[in-house]
């Protein structure tokens, strides 16, 4: 049995790329391969989302805040630093300050300070952000399983540990 050889938009961009440049065993192919796809993965996630988002008071920033947040489990609650938000979300701590602003005055959020280290407060969702972020997650999380329904679960599987196994000697490298 042969199987068809599948084909996207990022292919079309490839073979361009491939004229120009020399790339003898094909590693740079699949390299730019692999970052386009992620990238135009996390771009097409992003537009689902702010189409979920569109009726809906919350800003993407501030979602994806209180998704962070949500994730930042510390002492078995949902609560983080500013500093631990703005390196989840990627975003600088001024950047953050800015989001928690509005969100402590929506009252999705509660700030107070830390009472292991003074300098410092604790970011927590309250029960109107809890809400918030389970009415948008229950239908974003939907839409990003449609986005992958062309990958069974199994493929899903290999796809992280191969991205899983990336990160890793990314981290790695980063961190000695």
Do not use: C
Request: net charge negative; glycine share 6%; no cysteine.
């Amino acid at each position: 049995m042969h199987q068809e050889r599948i084909t996207d938009s990022t292919d079309a961009h490839l073979d361009v790329w491939s004229a120009m440049f020399s790339d003898d065993d094909g590693r740079d192919r699949e390299t730019e391969g692999v970052l386009n796809r992620v990238v135009r993965l996390k771009n097409e996630s992003d537009r689902r989302l702010r189409e979920v988002l569109q009726n809906d008071p919350l800003s993407l920033d501030e979602y994806m805040t209180l998704h962070v947040l949500v994730g930042g489990q510390t002492k078995g609650r949902p609560r983080s630093t500013p500093a631990q938000l703005a390196d989840l979300a990627g975003v600088s701590r001024a950047g953050m300050t800015g989001r928690l602003d509005k969100l402590e005055r929506s009252g999705l959020v509660t700030r107070t300070p830390d009472t292991d280290d003074r300098r410092s407060v604790i970011v927590e969702i309250t029960a109107k952000g809890r809400e918030a972020w389970e009415r948008i997650a229950n239908r974003w999380s939907g839409e990003d399983v449609r986005m992958l329904d062309g990958l069974s679960v199994e493929e899903l599987r290999e796809l992280n540990a191969l991205l899983r196994k990336a990160f890793h000697a990314i981290e790695s490298r980063r961190d000695s």
